[in-house]
């Protein structure tokens, strides 16, 4: 028996996933997630029609240095207990049962925002930019319809190739790790060469760009204000880096491995992603008359600056791939969270849910749930015009997710949390805890600032586009019903104490049923 399977059994677990991931596999995982090329060029014009280049640049760089405070604290935790769903486990063991359940809930419906958000992002660049600027084609009369069948198309095969095996997986996500590093490279090479002046000065000028002065992308607001919407940029971008937690179980050496690809996958998209960002201001002739044209600013950059090359049309269709690939990885993370609170009976059909597949050692039914609730979540928003709910509201539930087991380890370190793993923090435990703390406080705050309910003829429908507000009331009146009204009685929550001892027999029983095949 190998060191993770004893870790994995003495928390009370079965071996059931195969453990095939290394290092750099876990950190592909997280590093294709997080994917500088999905979010931080769908998410570009939030940054720029609201601080301008200061947003952009300083408060990449800050939002930058949160992500990698939360990704160093749950790297702690992490380390200590290398489990899948881990962010659930975490909270069960230092926080109880109840706030394990309710990290359950917010972490998965942050997840399922991320898929859907991802997706038809890759939707409509592959419509607005390959198919519309290179190959000329009329997009304007793909209707709504279009994009839903579309995007529950890409997800069928991102679930198809999820089920499998994690080997196929890992394959794409490691080749996307090195394309990422690559694309970006040569992409800052053509922004910088495409640029009118190489004047480095403005992209570090703040300028208040919300409401007409930004096209609309974001509320008027005060400079504060405008600042504070601005580091959804690089929040809805460097988030996802729970994948290497999620594959914890498929993870070689997981309690060294699984904080060290966090980090690293937070790390080296904070440098790159700064680079690109500069090179892209560079490639604006005038930010101002940038920030106007509102969420075209970044297709209309992407045009003037790569498309016009045969090498741009290139890095275009790996740009495509790359977001495909970052979804495809986010539909793994997701399934092993479903897999993960199934298996501890928290979530309806867990019955089905918690099932692996003998033969490819993958959890098949968590998987096509993910693509059935991801697929079904873009159905119930495009006629609504909530893509900025779904891609904001990931971001935000995300980080309240990693902020919840962080916050019980702050109380919980040295009373009821004694045994730790070999990633410490020591000191600086308790002080990246209140920083966690301070910064989803914010996160909260600027996504409901930023995703107000507006009155909207012209680009809903229904005259009204709910608000990240709705979303957040209805999910915890949800979270309310379900717990009082069921879950308080029947959730257990994960094995503990005696309950690990008296599981053996079933661990064993199980591990040998899945090696029969």
């Known amino acids: 028996m190998t060191e993770d399977e004893k870790v994995l059994h003495g928390m009370g677990y079965a071996q059931e996933l195969h453990r095939r991931m290394g290092a750099f596999q876990n950190f592909a995982i997280s590093f294709s997630i997080i994917c500088i090329l999905s979010g931080g060029f769908g998410s570009f014009p939030i940054a720029l029609s609201s601080g301008g280049g200061f947003s952009l640049t300083i408060g990449w760089l800050v939002g930058g240095a949160f992500a990698l405070i939360v990704a160093a604290s749950l790297g702690q935790i992490a380390s200590s207990y290398p489990t899948a769903g881990g962010l659930y486990h975490w909270s069960s063991i230092l926080g109880g049962r109840f706030w394990g359940w309710a990290t359950a809930y917010v972490n998965l419906l942050g997840l399922l925002f991320v898929v859907p958000a991802v997706n038809v992002f890759l939707y409509l660049i592959s419509k607005d ?112 880096f729970d994948a290497s937690a999620h594959t914890s179980e498929e993870t070689k050496d997981a309690r060294n491995t699984v904080p060290r690809g966090m980090l690293h996958a937070v790390l080296w998209s904070i440098l790159f992603g700064f680079a690109l960002i500069i090179s892209m201001i560079l490639a604006i002739p005038d930010l101002k008359a940038a920030a106007a044209t509102g969420w075209n600013s970044f297709n209309e950059l992407f045009i003037a600056a790569i498309l016009s090359s045969f090498l741009g049309k290139i890095l275009l269709l790996a740009v495509i791939l790359s977001n495909f690939i970052c979804a495809l990885a986010a539909v793994t993370s997701t399934s092993r969270m479903i897999y993960a609170f199934a298996r501890d009976d928290g979530l309806p059909f867990s019955g089905l849910l918690k099932s692996v597949s003998p033969k490819h050692r993958t959890p098949v039914a968590a998987i096509w749930a993910t693509a059935i609730l991801t697929s079904l979540l873009t159905a119930i928003t495009t006629p609504l015009g909530a893509f900025a709910a779904l891609s904001t509201g990931s971001a935000m539930y995300l980080y309240i997710s990693y902020g919840m087991p962080i916050m019980a380890g702050f109380f919980a370190e040295g009373k009821t949390w004694t045994t730790y793993g070999p990633f410490r923090l020591g000191g600086l435990s308790k002080p990246f805890a209140i920083i966690v703390a301070i910064g989803t406080v914010v996160t909260i705050i600027a996504g409901h600032v930023f995703v107000p309910s507006i009155e909207a003829d012209a680009v809903a429908k229904t005259g009204f586009v709910p608000g990240l507000g709705y979303y957040t009331i209805g999910f915890l009146i949800f979270l309310g019903v379900l717990w009082f009204g069921l879950e308080n009685k029947r959730f257990k929550g994960p094995p503990v104490g005696d309950e690990i001892a008296k599981r053996q027999a079933l661990i064993a029983a199980q591990e040998k049923a899945l090696e029969a095949g």
């Open 129 to 240: 930019l390959f198919f519309g600027a290179v190959l000329g084609w009329d997009v304007s009369t793909w209707s709504q319809t279009t994009q839903i069948v579309s995007v529950a198309a890409i997800t069928a095969v991102q679930a198809l190739l999820n089920h499998f095996g994690i080997k196929i997986t890992t394959m794409l996500t490691d080749f996307s790790g090195y394309m990422i590093f690559v694309v970006t490279v040569l992409l800052i090479g053509m922004f910088v060469m495409a640029a009118p002046s190489l004047d480095v000065g403005r992209a570090f000028a703040f300028v208040n760009n919300t409401g007409a002065a930004g096209g609309g992308v974001a509320p008027e607001s005060s400079p504060l204000m405008a600042f504070v919407i601005g580091l959804l940029y690089p929040l809805f971008t460097i988030t996802g």
